[in-house]
């Protein structure tokens, strides 16, 4: 349990060396599992399960929900996915986290393979896509959400008590949705190809219904929330229908290579704003920049027999490298916003989930660079494939630890992690530990409410994740940053499946390129300020939270920076690690340290205390 602060600061006016004090025992530092935390990402997608659970399901503490969704409309609806900590089932998000996850496997197969995980992923994507083509009842006709957000979050109860009403909606020709019938093809589409090599019929069968889905999309175009006003205030589409038709599109050239479908995001470049958009998000809403990157891969693989639409391909091409150069924080600074411990920052709400889509999004263009021999050259410099994968890594190693707070945002990985997660099944005890009916708000009253942590584990859970600041508050009710979702873990399934295959020795730092002058050695730039935020107590042993800010006193802008840091004994942040031993470098996201301007590291450990030294700085 965490005691009050205690603060304590030790201001060292030009000094070459910090002496950091504390007391406490020695803190083993070790690399991330991303194989284990591969795993609890896909267990995630088994606690969100709707309708009959399997009996070999690995989420114990669920149990056989919603089995009539759809009767009372005279459609079996039965499955599929609850969305986040409620019990909706949205269709838009859905299926994007359903591309996600095939797109993971077009891309990483063969490191799914290697780690066993492969059929985990198919069974996770089959549960999604079962469900879909039992939703789309008519070739224009597809069934998109089941039940109701307003009155589902009156009630806090286990899917297995669930009471409120599970109305179903439809999107058809007099009601269109271009976004969810797109990006449902999309979904099917990029499914086919994953199950191709295993299951031909299946493949087969989602192929069929992807190609009927496009059509409807586009033959009879519109808002889906225009159709839809119970989706509206709930998923939005913000960035209109068409991204989802050349996304769509897009799969189906990947899934089929059919040329009719490579003409149509060529021919609606312009007009549908897949060549003129230069985004820094990508989402369940906004779908451009994934669709950028995907055409790209066309160019990596076909080069001359694309020539057709080369031209259009580049221009795809510019724009997927303005988000990725955006991202690295090479973009001339049109960046994403970060936090101040290297978090990639879009929005106050659920961020984590355009963390996990980046990451995604530069891992697979890392990889499409490697194996062309080639690099990202961003308006602030070139980046290296494997520069770009460390990047990718670090958010990662963000999410599993390596942050201010020392905390995993991915529930049950580690040993500190969020233990009051906005999520109804995870507060409320099992029905299989307490058989009594819990009702809307009892629960409520009793366990939302609760300051007891989580009776059950949900495992794999990626929460919303910490502010702007790197701050995060462990309570249920914080649903803006505690509450996980399927669209934030499904990306990062692919991520976890690539990192686990090549450990962190073998990928070489993302460090930014010397510039500037002759390097000066000796005497030190920065005013350093000591303070100790945070203290507690686990299991008899007291640990410290460690900020040191440097102010760059030396009047000139450093450009590169070496640091010796020696008996260190845990993870640090705000300095990248170097191959030569104790020694540190800016981080990845910082190129250049202006005059004035501080440099926050920060880490957790007990033990004996941490030296820090200038080694060597440039300046502009």
């Not at 307490?434 to 300051?451: H, I, L, P, Q, W």
């Amino acid at each position: 349990m965490n005691k009050a602060p205690a603060t304590t600061c030790l201001l060292i006016a030009a000094a070459s060396s910090l002496l950091l004090l504390a007391t406490a025992a020695v803190v083993d530092a070790s690399p991330f599992d991303y194989a284990g935390a591969f795993d609890k990402c896909l267990l995630f997608f088994e606690a969100q399960r709707s309708g009959k659970l399997p009996a070999d399901r690995r989420v114990q503490w669920r149990g056989d929900s919603a089995l009539t969704d759809g009767f009372s409309q005279g459609v079996d609806l039965v499955g599929g996915y609850y969305d986040s900590g409620d019990h909706v089932k949205f269709g838009l998000p859905m299926a994007y986290a359903m591309t996600m996850l095939s797109w993971g496997v077009v891309e990483f197969e063969k490191e799914m393979v290697d780690g066993n995980k492969l059929n985990r992923v198919l069974d996770a994507i089959r549960w999604g896509t079962n469900y879909f083509v039992k939703a789309h009842t008519q070739p224009n006709a597809l069934w998109v959400q089941v039940g109701d957000g307003d009155s589902d979050h009156l009630c806090w109860e286990r899917a297995e008590d669930m009471s409120t009403p599970r109305t179903a909606f439809k999107i058809d020709i007099n009601n269109p949705g271009s976004e969810v019938a797109g990006e449902t093809a999309a979904a099917l589409a990029a499914a086919a190809k994953a199950f191709k090599p295993y299951d031909r019929m299946y493949s087969d069968l989602l192929l069929l219904h992807a190609k009927q889905l496009f059509t409807f999309a586009d033959t009879f175009r519109g808002k889906y929330d225009d159709s839809l006003q119970s989706a509206k205030k709930f998923y939005p589409s913000a960035s209109g229908y068409q991204d989802e038709l050349l996304w769509a599109a897009a799969w189906l050239y990947e899934a089929t290579g059919d040329e009719q479908y490579l003409h149509y995001v060529s021919q609606n470049a312009e007009a549908f704003g897949g060549t003129g958009w230069a985004v820094t998000e990508f989402s369940w809403d906004n779908k451009y920049a994934g669709l950028q990157v995907l055409l790209s891969k066309v160019l990596f693989e076909q080069g001359g027999s694309a020539a057709g639409y080369a031209d259009t391909l580049k221009q795809y091409q510019a724009k997927a490298e303005f988000f990725l150069c955006a991202c690295l924080q090479k973009n001339n600074g049109h960046n994403v916003k970060m936090t101040p411990g290297g978090l990639l920052y879009v929005s106050d709400w659920s961020n984590m989930q355009y963390v996990s889509s980046s990451a995604f999004l530069l891992t697979v263009y890392a990889d499409y660079l490697a194996e062309s021999r080639g690099a990202l050259r961003c308006p602030d410099g070139e980046v290296k494939p494997a520069e770009i994968l460390r990047f990718a890594r670090s958010q990662v190693d963000y999410v599993l630890g390596k942050n201010p707070k020392g905390m995993s945002y991915m529930v049950g990985y580690g040993s500190y992690y969020p233990t009051h997660v906005h999520h109804r099944g995870a507060s409320i005890p099992s029905i299989y530990a307490m058989n009594a009916t819990v009702g809307c708000m009892e629960g409520f009253d009793k366990y939302y409410n609760s300051k007891n942590a989580d009776p059950n584990i949900l495992h794999g859970a990626l929460v919303g994740g910490p502010d702007a600041n790197d701050g995060y508050v462990d309570d249920r009710c914080n649903y803006q940053h505690a509450e996980p979702t399927l669209v934030g873990n499904a990306p990062m399934s692919g991520v976890f499946s690539r990192l686990a295959a090549e450990p962190a020795d073998n990928a070489p730092g993302y460090t930014p390129s010397p510039h500037g002058p002759s390097p000066s050695k000796g005497g030190s730039p920065f005013e350093f300020v000591h303070t100790v935020t945070n203290t507690w107590k686990t299991n008899g042993v007291d640990y410290y939270r460690h900020v040191v800010t440097a102010k760059n006193t030396c009047g000139h802008a450093i450009t590169y920076l070496k640091l010796q840091i020696k008996e260190l004994y845990g993870e640090i942040y705000g300095v990248s690690r170097t191959n030569a031993k104790d020694m540190y470098e800016f981080p990845s996201w910082m190129t250049r340290l202006d005059a004035g301007a501080q440099l926050t590291i920060v880490y957790i450990q007990g033990g004996p205390a941490a030296k820090i030294a200038v080694v060597e700085y440039k300046t502009a």
